[in-house]
């Protein structure tokens, strides 16, 4: 897929934001939507490797019906710490090793996850413990969270290279994909990665952005050619699209029904057709 056009682009972006600020039932609604638009580039932080660690697996329940299943069973991924020693990567590995049964096994005699276990290697469950397991082991190569942020900056700085880190990480650890790799690193505060959900993709197509065709990886290339044209972080244009699809003001209770404005998504394809 090439380069769009930058003015088709500069008008997406501007009829979208120009839609949301008219949903928004408040006179602050350019403020509140800034709000959500705006994020600091972390990209140069550095957290410890075991929050690290923490956030890919909390990343990583993000697709389909993991986040109920893992999370939600047993009340936040954090409660895992018990079992995978603070999330030290290096224990995890000297203790499981690459046994996701035992740790699948010890999970369940220790955390009790709520809800009906299923075992068979296809089920959700056993495959996350693959990916806690394959996880721990990337992390491994890393002295520390400052040695892994020197490692992905090799790549985030020059748009040529940007995509590639997200493809190292869904190649090195089981069950991440490209998608939820975006995910993680855009919530680390490498603030020029979206994660183009269904929302985003359904309004690319509908405003002919993009076409049924179109590859996770192509996805994040519009949406980084969007946000060139208007000076914003690719961040900014996922949020801003991901707020028209779901209308979730989740830090604004008073809007709506506790936040939730209906969702936008045909209301503004609707009208962009016009």
């Excluded at 009906?116 to 520390?144: D, E, G, H, N």
Aim: aromatic share 12%; charged share 20%; with cysteine.
């Amino acid at each position: 897929m090439g380069n769009l056009d930058a003015t088709s682009l500069r008008q997406v972006y501007d009829r979208a934001r120009s839609f949301l600020l008219k949903q928004i039932p408040d006179d602050n609604a350019a403020a509140i939507l800034d709000h959500y638009l705006t994020a600091e580039d972390g990209s140069r932080s550095a957290i410890p490797l075991e929050g690290l660690y923490q956030r890919l697996l909390f990343s990583a329940q993000n697709a389909n019906m993991k986040a109920g299943v893992i999370g939600g069973s047993i009340d936040g991924i954090e409660k895992l710490s018990a079992v995978l020693y603070s999330f030290n990567p290096a224990s995890v590995i000297a203790v499981y090793g690459e046994d996701a049964d035992l740790l699948l096994n010890t999970i369940v005699e220790r955390l009790k996850p709520r809800g009906k276990i299923r075992l068979t290697p296809q089920s959700l469950w056993p495959k996350y413990c693959q990916t806690i397991l394959s996880a721990a082991k990337f992390f491994c190569q890393f002295a520390s969270g400052k040695e892994f942020y020197a490692w992905a900056n090799h790549f985030y700085p020059d748009t040529r290279s940007r995509a590639a880190l997200p493809m190292i990480l869904a190649e090195e650890i089981f069950g991440i994909g490209y998608p939820l790799a975006r995910d993680f690193l855009k919530e680390l505060g490498f603030v020029n990665y979206g994660k183009p959900d269904v929302h985003i993709k359904d309004i690319f197509i509908g405003t002919h952005l993009c076409n049924s065709k179109t590859t996770d990886y192509e996805y994040q290339k519009v949406i980084g050619q969007i946000a060139e044209a208007n000076n914003v972080s690719a961040y900014n244009v996922d949020k801003l699209f991901w707020l028209v699809g779901s209308g979730r003001f989740y830090d604004n209770p008073e809007l709506g029904r506790q936040g939730n404005i209906g969702r936008g998504k045909e209301r503004f394809l609707a009208e962009f057709a016009r």
